[in-house]
């Protein structure tokens, strides 16, 4: 700055940085020194103000980091991944207020979700603060789109009975990358299900020939592809076991993902890639020998037992009307006897007794694990609950127990030939499952199992209503494609009920699925509650 006098008219010229500001008369020295030091001012508070104003993201070297950052981190997150570094910047990553080092550790959501990645970016000793938002995926989210090529060894068509070689290859995207996530010729295919066979779109298992852990599943040599030809929303079993994931009386619940199917070749649309129910280290574990009176037992719940040539007293049981069929002990292994039936058939008949007593049950099953498995299978009104695919086990010296929980297409509202109104009781009603009968007749059972599903009511099941939205976001572009290939949304496919036909929208499927739910939850909420569940009664 410098005030330099314009010779002969007694004015100066005010001169900062070389740029004239002011034109003055220099007649008061003292009005000149005021306005110097205004101006002064006025170019330090400027000078601070520059100080503190944080850098611009446009140019320099923190603008290239974010820029870069923006590209390293996945858009859609459902793998652990490196968090980038650079030389000379320090850099402090949180997601909420969790600090992460040099990884992000995928955590696995309820459903699909949307968070924030905090960075603090130091360079040179100026800090700049960013968020990304991300997707974290779910396992069982169709966003992970896996697609699944399986090509037979022969053209023989696929049997149910009798299995042929195949080559499997299943290739996935991972934090945005699409790979091979699991290959191999060692493998065979046949068909499986019962219903469910003679429908179009075929269900199918597969068998390796050393077992493995394919997308995260309990490593295993058999998997099974479940096709959901008659669940047009594609999600009622994902959406059950979901669920059943979040209830800790449930020893072992079945995990399920999302693949597309092609099949030499063609494409066949969503399939649900899932374990087999079996006993497995890394499933339900524990040991059954053969030759051993009080060891373990797993059995199943099979209407159609004599059906497919079953003995009772051989293979089997029959108690109180309802066949059993016997998995472990295999009755086919040489070292196993007919007293190890006797043995696991008497335990259900002193256990009937002991309910129908109303005393001294709790020493032949758990009943907070038949409380759990029951309100699964009443809250989602399954039409198998007394039929088929109720799966029983007892570990040496231990009480019954139920589950795994299993096949759910033709439940949420999905069955012509039942009740099946989100209203109404329905599971412990005389000629579906005696055992659920026999419980809930017991009114300190009815009243555990009131407290139970009020518990769940209030803190899991709004969760769950959220995850069956997300799902459907999540499938309706891959079942676009699926219902291209079989028109049926808006066609009868058995047993579909009145409000499954008619719509030719996916979305639709999702909300009566989502519908239904939040009307039975509440609707049961509110039963719960009432005199006539109190005295045990439960007609319509």
Known sequence: MNLSPREGNGHGFLILRGIIVLDVTIESETLMKKIIVLLLLSVLTMSLVACQTP?????????????????AIPQQINQSFDLPTYASTQILWTVGDTSLDALFVYAEPFFDKEITINVEITHQNTTYTHTFTRQLIARDSALNVSTLYIETATTDPIERRSSQDITFRLVSTQNG?????????????????????????????IRFREAVSILDLPESRTYVLLAEYADKSLLRNTIVHKFSSRLEHLSHTITTRVVELYLNGEYQGIYTFTEQVELAPSKLSFESIPGVLDTGYFLELDQRFFDKGGVAGLDGLFVSGYPYELIRPDPTHPDFTLAQLAFIQQHFLDMEAALIAQSGYEDYLDIDNWIDYFIVQEL??????????VYIYKKAGESLRLGPLWDFDLAIGNADYIDYAPENWYGMRAYKNRWFQLMMAIPEVREQFKLRYLELYEDDIPEMLEAVSALGDAMSPLAQRNFDRWDILAQYVWPN????????????????????????????????????????????
Do not use: C
């Open 177 to 205: 990358h699409t790979q091979v996530v699991f290959e191999t010729d060692q493998a065979q295919i046949r068909g499986r299900g019962n219903s469910t066979w003679d429908m179009p779109k075929k269900p199918y298992r």
């Open 380 to 389: 989602f009104k399954n039409v198998d609950v007394g039929w088929s695919s």
């Open 497 to 540: 009920p009145p409000g499954m036909v008619g719509s030719s929208e996916y979305a639709s499927q999702v909300e009566y699925v989502h519908n239904f739910i939040q009307r039975r939850a509440a609707w049961m909420a509110q039963e719960v509650r009432s005199d006539a569940f109190a005295q045990g009664r439960f007609e319509p």
């Open 55 to 71: 850098p611009t993201t446009d140019t320099g070297p923190i603008a290239h980091i974010i820029e870069h950052l923006e590209e």
